[in-house]
């Protein structure tokens, strides 16, 4: 499982039970006593998920999630919740929280949705490094082989590609072949995946 659980709660008593139940299922954990410890020691590098108290001394989780949006953060927010806290919760939501549970929880219930939130983080993580592996290809492609890659990906034939750019089917062969080379695929339909999957 790649990522950890940050939990943030002013609780220490809540914290302790909480990486308990984390450690008791193989779940890596961090703990933080405070918004503020939290966002003092934020890094983009950050893996994971939050697991963020709603109300808290000073800065609250609500205050603390929004702060770290501003900040980049894409790591899912998943809060903890008094009974009458609710709408504050279903405003966290509305903000692009992922989740929210009610005090008193169900133990395996919020480990579970903790360990969904750790796998999107991870794909989203993934996703995002591929995108970069591919812009990192096509700066390597001059102009005119990126002018060849859309006409190929759009279905167009070498020969039409040739007349459409006043060049030569040879030279338009050329120029498909450095570009697949360029972006590690062999066909066509590679290629199109390729960038249909980058975005």
């Not at 961090?30 to 918004?35: G, H, K, T, V």
């Not at 001394?57 to 919740?81: D, H, K, N």
């Not at 903790?114 to 591929?130: S, Y």
């Not at 498909?176 to 995946?193: D, N, P, Q, W």
Request: proline share 3%.
């Amino acid at each position: 499982m790649t990522g950890r659980v940050h939990i943030i709660d002013d609780d220490e008593a809540i914290r302790d039970a909480l990486t308990w139940l984390f450690q008791s299922r193989d779940v890596p954990c961090d703990c933080w006593e405070s918004a503020e410890s939290f966002l003092a020691a934020y890094s983009p590098a950050m893996t994971g998920c939050l697991l963020l108290d709603i109300r808290m001394e000073a800065m609250s989780g609500l205050e603390l999630f929004e702060r770290l949006r501003e900040l980049g953060c894409r790591m899912p927010a998943i809060f903890l919740t008094g009974h009458g806290d609710v709408p504050v919760a279903v405003t966290a939501l509305k903000k692009g929280a992922r989740d929210f549970v009610e005090k008193p929880f169900n133990d395996n219930e919020l480990v579970d949705r903790v360990i969904e939130a750790l796998a999107v983080d991870a794909d989203q993580r993934a996703r995002e490094a591929g995108q970069a592996h591919v812009a990192t290809r096509l700066a390597t492609l001059t102009a005119r082989e990126r002018q060849v890659m859309e006409l190929v990906v759009a279905g167009t034939l070498n020969k039409v590609i040739a007349d459409q750019l006043g060049v030569s089917m040879r030279t338009v062969e050329v120029h498909r072949s450095h570009v697949f080379e360029k972006m590690g695929v062999k066909t066509a339909v590679e290629l199109a995946r390729l960038l249909s999957g980058a975005g």
